[in-house]
């Protein structure tokens, strides 16, 4: 199985900080990797698509980047409504398996 | 808009069974695949089953975890999925989301807002 690693598991950050999230891949995926955001009680939200591709709808501070296995989310100004846990996805081979996910809080 | 509702959830003992269903709206519901992914308590994401559409013969793909137990299918023309569970374990339990995506290697760009099985003596 193709694992995920994620880092930080935790994040304290304030409201307007830039903020970015590793998620880094056992093998090679290509950019078949996706993010998403969870809000407590909530289910999953689709961020990014193909590594860096803004899903519609999705504020234009958040980006999505990649380098071999290495995959990175950046939110570039932290809103209040960004405090969530974020989980990144890849989708090259099955199963398909998510990272343990970055609880972001506020500081 | 795009709609799932899974139901079915609930209380069973272990070595029990369960079938959950997810009703579909607001989309083309034979154009795509659709998966089950899970969420125990506290805990992260785990993708537990696919179904592939008619034109990729309604193949199907399961999480190790779960393979041999768990039965996903999909009835095209009620816009449903459903998710078969037999010889449930203490450990399935969880919030078990219903979601939509336009293929192999896609990502899921619409979930339902998740049904809770419990499995406790």
């Known amino acids: 199985d193709i694992q995920l690693t994620q880092s930080p598991s935790f994040l304290s950050a304030s409201v307007g900080d830039r903020v970015t999230i590793i998620c880094r891949a056992s093998q090679g995926i290509a950019s078949y990797l996706a993010w998403y955001q969870q809000r407590p009680g909530k289910a999953p939200n689709l961020l990014i698509y193909?590594?860096?591709t803004l899903q519609s709808g999705v504020p234009s501070r958040f980006s999505g980047s990649a380098s071999g296995t290495e995959f990175t989310l950046t939110i570039s100004s932290l809103q209040p409504e960004d405090f969530a846990t974020y989980y990144c996805?890849?989708?090259?081979?099955?199963?398909?398996?998510f990272g343990q996910g970055t609880r972001l809080e506020i500081k | 808009e795009v709609q799932l509702v899974e139901s079915g959830g609930g209380l069973v003992q272990p070595g029990g069974s369960l079938r959950l269903s997810c009703a579909a709206s607001g989309f083309v519901f034979s154009d795509y695949f659709l998966d089950w992914v899970r969420q125990a308590p506290g805990k992260g994401l785990e993708w537990v089953a696919r179904s592939r559409t008619k034109a990729n013969s309604y193949t199907t793909k399961y999480a190790t975890s779960v393979k041999d137990r768990f039965t996903i299918s999909r009835d095209d023309s009620e816009k449903s999925l459903y998710l078969q569970m037999n010889s449930l374990k203490i450990e399935d339990t969880a919030v078990y989301f219903c979601?939509?995506?336009?293929?192999?290697?896609?990502?899921?760009?619409?979930w339902g807002q998740g049904t809770l099985v419990t499995v406790s003596s």
């Open positions: 193909s590594a860096s």
């Open positions: 996805q890849q989708l090259a081979d099955y199963p398909i398996t």
């Open positions: 979601v939509r995506s336009f293929g192999d290697f896609r990502s899921f760009d619409s």
